[in-house]
């Protein structure tokens, strides 16, 4: 998948004029692309449209409009695009009580060594971003990565079934992978 550059991003008054619809094209985008394991993780699996709307988003946020750090932006989001042969993701610990937050999400340290993909009888290990998970603190959102051989995108295309899960010692999911989102991630590892 090709990287964003400089010429992909709006200013801030361009996106204004037409960010509702690429707000809503990006929405529809992602009905095919979140997925949920379990009732409190979920993926949500990026391409360049995703990542340019975050990057046009974190503009529009922070009023950035100065181009060196519209550079520096451009180069952070550029690291969630996969590569060719992979898969790429943002994984959510969607903890909804706020109160015990920090004890909440303690309990997901070692969900780095968790999550896999199954294909069939083949598994693929998300690695994840270094950095975001401590012995002592772990951040809601990660970054992920699923690196695919050639076989398993073969075994992906196919007709073998495919199951995204969670084995961790204290939150265990798998969900299968409805043949929309699998499409669409079909596309990303073909680019």
């Known amino acids: 998948m090709k990287p964003i550059s400089l010429e992909d991003i709006r200013g801030i008054a361009a996106y204004e004029k037409g960010r509702a619809e690429f707000r809503q094209k990006i929405i529809d985008l992602k009905k095919q692309r979140r997925v949920s394991v379990g009732d409190k993780v979920s993926l949500v699996f990026e391409n360049r449209d995703t990542v340019i709307f975050q990057i046009q988003e974190m503009m529009r946020a922070e009023r950035i409009t100065d181009l060196d750090k519209i550079r520096e932006e451009i180069a952070v989001y550029n690291a969630m695009i996969p590569e060719p042969g992979e898969l790429s993701a943002t994984l959510f610990l969607e903890i909804e009580d706020q109160s015990h937050l920090r004890d909440d999400l303690l309990k997901f340290l070692g969900i780095d060594e968790a999550v896999f993909l199954k294909i069939g009888t083949r598994q693929i290990r998300a690695r994840f971003e270094e950095g975001r ?25 196919g007709s073998a079934e495919v199951m995204l899960c969670i084995d961790h010692s204290n939150y265990k999911a798998e969900v299968r992978l409805e043949a929309e989102s699998r499409e669409a991630l079909l596309a990303d590892l073909t680019e």
């Open 133 to 157: 998970s401590k012995e002592d603190k772990i951040s809601a959102v990660q970054y992920v990565k699923f690196p695919f051989t050639a076989e398993d995108r073969a075994a992906f295309a």
